[in-house]
């Protein structure tokens, strides 16, 4: 391997362009270094093959200056053969493997002849080539990734896969310790296996705080998932310009093998001994779940490509296997919630008694989701079960741990969102709350657990670069010392099946609550909020969007909106039961489910409708409504659409405004008279349809004629090209600037559908 002068890591490693703004290293542009390491040379070509930016080594290894090489044909600076192999790959744009080339035409230089390995991967509109001197395999070190896969299938948990894969890497790369790294759901990590040389003190069991691997170094690692220092003390090589002539900016450098490192990374290195490192990230379903960090102590060391691309391969099917016992893991406990929960459902359905206390009264209330306590409230009315906090904290509690923005919420700490309830951690350190208005919550509670936790970091994350003395100041505590803390005020966290459960128990319980409840408006905003979607699925081909206003004197009126698959179609109904309250609630979820019921028996728009009208008047005692179906097909674009005197639906054009649909409405459902008519368009891509109540235009002493012009207008004003869920939100503020001085008692409902 190709070595230079070893000067002090924190001199050494100072970023080759301007970092006047760095100040920590949270904000340090690790994925732009302006510089390589010494071990290769690095071209960035433009798609001419002309080289636009080199490293300045370029000279000792190439033997051709990194100025005299701008502009030059690559052929002409690293030789045909590695010209011929990057044109071979950019003209299949295919994953590839690195290439071993022979540099017979390089005259000079240290690479001069010699056999070297060549990447390529695109950064932006450039294209990056790197160099670097062969190394070669060290003899039986060395097995294939073959049986490295095979003695890995003997791990039967998590914990033996990740000893089996820390032995396989440092078998395969012949480093001195390699560690298994597993982060936390706070990003701190913990040491969970280790393969290393007798001598050395044991890593196994310590924790690092989050801040050693800053979010863009992880974000890197999800990127690029191996990165090979292959001497700690290198000088590094700056990029030649520093900046791409055609950006202005320094070139990205996340995806080569040769990028430079983080000098604040390279003195925590150097602080532990280390001499060289490796680290190739464990990624399950995409997202960074650990690493294996392998450390030398006894000089520089390089694994050759062969065994680096070994311990990759080794890695990817150790996460595809870890993933796999998480999942499958996660899917009992999933089960068992489950079976935990349809037990409770059924008690509770049974129990004749006050929800509130059927409910405290479960006894597996607690076990559902592995709490100690709960404590449930409801108008007021408040039961407590297990060990829980005293009762004039439990309204702060719920205050504290309420999400307007979500029905579940959960912390581990209850104490970081109030210091003053630190003091009850014995027993609600961790908190799991239920709820979608104040006064009516459930809370299950878990004690804090004191574990006695070794670090081996640097939790004050005090690591300084000194932009203008280019030098690290590090913290009193270097990174490599080990100490005890006990935590406190910290639970076990709650798992997604828990979350999931409370979530599922809450939603089933609340109809059980509301209907026993005095509040019977209460009672009916659940059954919208089960039967009316919030958002609207997604469907390939189209896109929709939906809205739902209610009456500001009601809490809950006869709106409703539908949309679902039918074969290649969509359908898209908007309807509206006349009345408020329980009673046009339970005629909208029956009306709902009949409409669906008679288009998935393959019935038309019009057909439907007029089937839909003969249930009412001869069998549901239901009063009267309205509604527009649309069915929509998604490869043609064809719309069929029919109404029950419903207002007309908007016509949205690609290329803007809007109109409304000439369409005959037949009578309104529930009058006992058939005739629905349909009526046919097409959306061509880019064209949207409004469907839409009368709630958003109708107001008391207002002309219809002109409010719907006032819709038909501000669609139309609309940007066509805007994303749908930003579009109907416009729209919607708009309407409710105009409407602020003239509230309505009807609901309103919208929905929009854009062919992709």
Known sequence: MTTTPRPSPAAAHTPAYDVATLTTCEDEPIHVPGAVQPHGVLLAIEHDSTVVVASANLGALLGLTARSAIGLPLAKVAGSQVSGFVREVLAQELPHEPATVVLREVRSGALA??????????????????????????????RTARSSLARLAQGTTTERLAELLAEEVRDLTGFDRVMVYRFDEQWNG???????LRRLNPFLGLHYPASDIPAQARRLYEINPIRVIADIHYAPVPLLPTFDPETGLPLDLSHASLRSVSPIHVEYLSNMGVTASMSVSILIDGRLWGLVACHHYSGPHLPSHEARAAAEV??????????????????????????????????????????VVSVSDDPGLLELVGATGAAVCFDGEVRVLGRTPPLELLERIAEVTDDPDRYVSSTQELGALDPELAGVAEVAAGVLRIGAVPERWLLWFRPEQRVV???????????????????????????????????????ESWKPWEVEGADVLGRNVNSLLLVRAREQIAMAESVQRTVVLDRAPDFHGVAVAARYQPATSYQLGGDWWDVFELGDRV??????????????????????TALRAYLFEGHDAATSLDLLDRLMDGLLD??????????????????????????????????????????????????????AVSVTLRLEPGDGLLLYSDGVVERRGTDLGERTER???????????DELERWVDGLVSELAATDSADPTDDDATMLVVRRR
């Open 314 to 355: 080794v890695t990817q099917a150790t996460s595809h296997l870890v993933g796999h016992r998480l999942r499958a893991e996660a899917r009992e406990a999933a089960v068992d919630t489950q079976r935990r929960l349809a037990e409770i459902t059924a008690r509770l359905a049974d129990d004749m008694r006050s929800p």
């Open 711 to 721: 819709l038909r207008r501000l669609a139309g004003e609309r940007p066509a090209d």
């Open 571 to 592: 359908a898209l109904v908007v309807g509206d039961v006349a009345g408020h309250g329980v009673a046009a609630a339970s005629a909208m979820t029956q009306l709902r």
């Open 190 to 196: 913990e040491v969970v296996a280790e393969a290393k």
């Open 622 to 675: 239901l009063g009267l409504a309205t509604a527009a179906v649309a069915l929509l097909d998604r490869e043609t674009g064809e719309v069929v659409l029919s109404s029950a005197g419903h207002p007309a639906p908007l016509l949205l054009p690609a290329a803007g405004g809007a109109e409304l649909v000439d369409l005959d409405p037949r009578p309104m459902l529930g009058v006992g008279q058939p005739g």
């Open 453 to 491: 936790v070794e670090w081996g970091g640097d939790p004050s994350n005090k690591r300084l670069y000194d932009a203008e003395s280019a030098e690290v100041r590090l913290s009193p505590r270097k990174s490599f010392d080990k100490w005890r803390e006990v935590t406190q005020g910290v639970s």
């Open 113 to 142: 002849r010699q056999e070297v390995d060549v990447r390529v991967h695109r950064s932006g509109e450039r294209v990056i080539v790197e160099i670097e001197e062969l190394v070669r395999s060290e003899g039986p070190r060395i």
